[in-house]
C-alpha cells in the first residue's frame, strides 16, 4: 500500500484558509488522492478526491502537482467545528482501492 | 446519499465470548467492504477486504480465524471478534465502496466501540 507522510499538528485561527500538505512518493499510475476528516470517536468523512491538478468541491479544494508526489488540501475561512484530524491517502491501485492510513494531521482552530 | 451504518454503536461483552458487528450500505450497492480498527490516539489500521460472495482477505498480521468476516449480499458485511480479550478492546470502523467506475471513494460507517472486560 502506497504511504504517505503528513506534518503531525498544525494550529489556525477562526476564519483564516488552512492548507494542509501530504507526500506520497510513491503514488501508482491509477492512484486516487483522497483526504478524509475525523471526529473523535466517530468515523471518518469523504472530504475530496482528485487524480491531477486541482478539484474544488464545496467544503475543500485539493491541488495536486503535476509530479503527483504531493498534494494539498485547502480549507477555506475555517472555524471551531473544523477541528479535527484529517487523513490523506492514496488507493492501491489493483481495484480494491485498499487504503493505508497515516498518522494524519491534527488540526486545531483557535477562536 | 452514499450512508454507511453499523450496529451496534457500542458493545461491552465478557473475555472468552464472542461478538458480531455490522455494517450496511443504506443506499448504494457495495461490491468490496473494509473492516478497521483504530485504538486511542492512533490512525485506523486495515483489517480485511471483503467482496460479496467471496472470502474475506486479511492484512498481515490479522488472525483470521479471529475476526470472522461474512459478506453475505451486496449491503451487509459482518465482522465477529471471537473469544474476545481485553487487548481486542479497540474502535472497529467499516467502509464501503460502491464500485461504480470514475471514482474509488470509500464510505465510513460510524464506527462501533469494543470493550472486553
Known amino acids: 500500500l502506497a504511504k504517505t507522510t503528513q506534518p503531525i499538528s498544525m494550529d489556525s485561527y477562526e476564519g483564516q484558509e488552512v492548507n494542509i500538505t501530504c507526500s506520497h512518493n510513491n503514488i501508482a499510475t491509477n492512484d486516487y488522492i483522497t483526504w478524509y476528516q475525523q471526529f473523535p470517536s466517530q468515523g471518518p468523512r469523504f472530504i475530496i478526491q482528485?487524480?491531477?491538478t486541482k478539484v474544488t468541491n464545496e467544503v475543500a479544494s485539493l491541488f495536486i502537482p503535476a509530479d503527483r508526489k504531493s498534494s494539498t488540501l485547502s480549507l477555506p475561512r475555517v472555524s471551531l467545528s473544523d477541528t479535527a484530524v484529517y487523513y490523506c491517502?492514496?488507493?492501491?491501485?489493483?481495484?480494491?482501492?485498499?487504503?493505508?492510513f497515516g498518522k494524519g494531521n491534527q488540526v486545531v482552530v483557535i477562536p | 446519499g452514499a450512508v454507511v451504518s453499523q450496529h451496534p454503536s457500542r458493545v461491552i461483552c465478557k473475555s472468552g465470548t464472542s461478538v458480531k458487528i455490522e455494517c450496511r450500505s443504506l443506499d448504494f450497492q457495495a461490491t468490496t467492504m473494509f473492516w478497521y480498527r483504530q485504538f486511542p490516539k492512533q490512525s485506523l489500521m486495515l483489517m480485511a477486504t471483503?467482496?460479496?460472495?467471496?472470502?474475506?482477505?486479511?492484512e498481515q498480521g490479522v488472525e483470521k480465524d479471529k475476526f470472522l468476516i461474512n459478506h453475505a449480499s451486496l449491503t451487509l458485511s459482518t465482522l465477529t471478534v471471537t473469544s474476545a480479550h481485553p487487548e481486542d478492546s479497540s474502535f472497529y470502523i467499516c467502509s464501503a465502496r460502491s464500485g461504480l467506475a470514475g471514482g474509488v471513494e470509500q464510505y465510513f460507517g460510524p464506527g462501533t466501540r469494543l470493550t472486553v472486560t
Open positions: 471483503s467482496n460479496e460472495g467471496s472470502k474475506a482477505t486479511y
Open positions: 482528485g487524480y491531477k
Open positions: 491517502l492514496v488507493g492501491d491501485g489493483d481495484g480494491n482501492n485498499r487504503l493505508a
